[in-house]
């Protein structure tokens, strides 16, 4: 596609549901990054893929946030027993990592997840 | 990736130029700065990056002091369109590591 693209754009649950988040990179990126971005606060780094390498999970808050990319594009994030706390927005960017990149990152619209 | 330090708000007049600080004191020798801005309610978007030399696109103009521990993102002639946060990044170019953003700086444009 022509950019990143995530979905759903809006998820609305229940706390203690598992919810499951979308991203489809631009064709060609291979590096995929996810973000959350709680009301009026800044970019909080969550998990890293960088091609057949092991994902960066260094900003994942709990062991109920996990993410997988699978065939080095698509990547799903999922939340297991969602919390009132998880709600934001989740952004996803993708970038094409080689020798004289730019390494610019594209970012999709996001998904908003409100726990109720 | 080196930190950066920005002003939490900063306001400008309509059609004046903006100017905005960064401090990276720690910036390594084969980091890059990089400029994003984050619209609200939209996915942040990419403005400008540059190494050492001064850079200059149809968005804005970045200015690196000659120790590269600070710079200045310039928007010369602010519109109401520029209101946003504006984060600048330092990393290494090629994009093979992760990437912070900070808490950036919320730019408003006053009429």
């Known amino acids: 596609g022509a950019g990143v693209s995530q979905s759903p754009s809006n998820k609305v649950t229940e706390k203690g549901k598992d919810v499951e988040l979308r991203c489809d990179p631009i064709s060609g990126h291979t590096a995929l990054y996810w973000y959350r971005q709680s009301l009026g606060q800044g970019l909080e780094f969550l998990i890293y893929f960088q091609g057949n390498s092991a994902p960066d999970k260094s900003g994942l808050p709990s062991d109920r946030f996990s993410a997988e990319r699978t065939g080095g594009s698509v990547s799903t994030l999922t939340i297991q027993r969602t919390q009132q706390e998880d709600s934001a927005v989740y952004l996803c960017?993708?970038?094409?990592?080689?020798?004289?990149?730019?390494?610019?990152?594209?970012f999709g619209e996001g998904s908003r997840l409100t726990v109720l | 990736d080196a930190k950066t330090t920005q002003p939490t708000s900063m306001d400008c007049a309509e059609g004046r130029a903006a100017n905005l600080p960064c401090n990276h004191s720690?910036?390594?020798?084969?980091?890059?700065v990089y400029w994003y801005r984050q619209i609200h309610s939209q996915g942040p978007q990419y403005i400008i990056h540059g190494l050492k030399n001064n850079e200059t696109n149809e968005m804005a103009s970045l200015i690196i002091t000659e120790d590269r521990k600070s710079s200045t993102l310039i928007l010369p002639h602010a519109t109401l369109r520029d209101t946003a946060v504006y984060y600048c990044?330092?990393?290494?170019?090629?994009?093979?590591?992760?990437?912070?953003f900070g808490t950036g700086t919320r730019l408003t444009v006053i009429p």
């Open positions: 990044i330092v990393r290494v170019a090629d994009g093979a590591n992760n990437l912070f």
């Open positions: 960017a993708s970038s094409l990592v080689s020798q004289g990149s730019t390494g610019e990152l594209f």
């Open positions: 720690t910036i390594s020798g084969n980091e890059y």
